[in-house]
């Protein structure tokens, strides 16, 4: 494993350089996100697409969709940005995926492995899921297996991985104690040179008691942003909540509002490797079918 976590650090140091070199001056601007628009019928269905990840270029993109050409229930799908427009979305085949669910999808920014969830070797149940990972060879998807049984919860959910740049953090949800039942709360866990430490729940703010799923953070490690229903009681959807890293501790809790936020469900953020791009799930008002896949660009002031 160290092996691995390694020559990923070297395939990825000079896109990083490039990244940090962008994205500091960016930084100094004053921006807002806007632009508000749903990708289109090339990438939305009328079931449910969900949950983007990208290579380090921007132009591959992973995506999770429920459709009727599908192979089961979920399943991936990917698409490639060409002439300004996402390709059509193309299912995986076999084997990553099956005649069970395969979802939340992430690509590491090289491209040569997936993580992704999936109740393949379980119960027909959705909810009993575990973690996988395919390596590519640069023909084809290896086998998918169990990426570590650390991060296996017997009869409950294991979903949405999100690592930064240096894989030296692996954040996830998690059905496990102490999420409350039915419910998933955000775990991390911390490789010791060898080895993940036991993943822990993470502190309020970040946790705060009800569900909170589908993280993603930033690849430098600084911002972390999830999907929450905290606020006002009994709340019947989700939002999008954006965290800092600062002192060590994740802090700052602040709602994304804006084109982020409508009365529906909105879920699943994730930003373009040059940050110029912000995507989302939402289920809002408009749509071509049960959820659909948006984008906001930001924005700099003058």
């Keep these: 494993m160290s092996e691995k976590i390694y020559s990923l ?7 990083a350089i490039i990244l940090s070199c962008g994205s500091e001056k960016a930084e100094q601007q004053e921006f807002q996100w806007g632009n508000l628009k749903n990708l289109g019928p090339d990438i939305n269905s009328p079931g449910k697409d969900e949950h983007v990840s990208f290579t380090l270029d921007g132009k591959t993109m992973y995506f999770a969709s429920i459709r009727e050409e599908g192979m089961g229930k979920y399943d991936i799908y990917t698409s490639r940005f060409k002439d300004g427009e996402w390709s059509p979305a193309e299912l995986l085949p076999p084997p990553i995926n099956t005649l069970k669910d395969e979802y939340d999808p992430f690509i590491t920014l090289d491209g040569t492995e997936l993580f992704f969830a999936s109740n393949r070797d379980n119960s027909e149940q959705y909810w009993d899921c575990e973690i996988y990972i395919s390596e590519w060879d640069g023909e084809k998807w290896s086998e998918p297996v169990i990426y570590d049984r650390i991060f296996v919860t017997p009869d409950k959910p294991d979903w949405g991985v999100t690592i930064p740049r240096d894989f030296q953090t692996f954040i996830f949800s998690s059905g496990r104690a102490p999420a409350r039942p039915q419910s998933v709360q955000i775990f991390q866990s911390i490789w010791q040179g060898d080895k993940w430490s036991q ?101 700099f002031k003058k």
């Excluded at 650090?9 to 896109?15: D, K, P, Q, V, Y």
């Excluded at 703010?205 to 600084?222: L, M």
């Excluded at 110029?276 to 049960?290: A, E, I, N, P, Q």
């Design 9 to 15: 650090l070297l395939a990825l140091f000079i896109g």
């Design 199 to 299: 993943p822990v729940a993470l502190p309020e703010p970040v946790n705060s008691g009800g569900w909170e799923a589908t993280p993603y953070i930033t690849p430098d490690g600084e911002t972390l942003y999830l999907c929450s229903d905290r606020g006002e009681e009994n709340k019947q959807d989700v939002d999008i909540w954006r965290f800092d890293f600062i002192n060590g501790q994740w802090t700052n809790p602040q709602l994304m509002r804006g084109p982020f936020l409508s009365d529906k469900h909105d879920y699943d953020p994730c930003i373009s490797p040059d940050g110029t791009k912000f995507y989302f799930t939402s289920d809002r008002d408009g749509g071509f079918g049960d959820s659909d896949i948006y984008v906001v660009e930001k924005i």
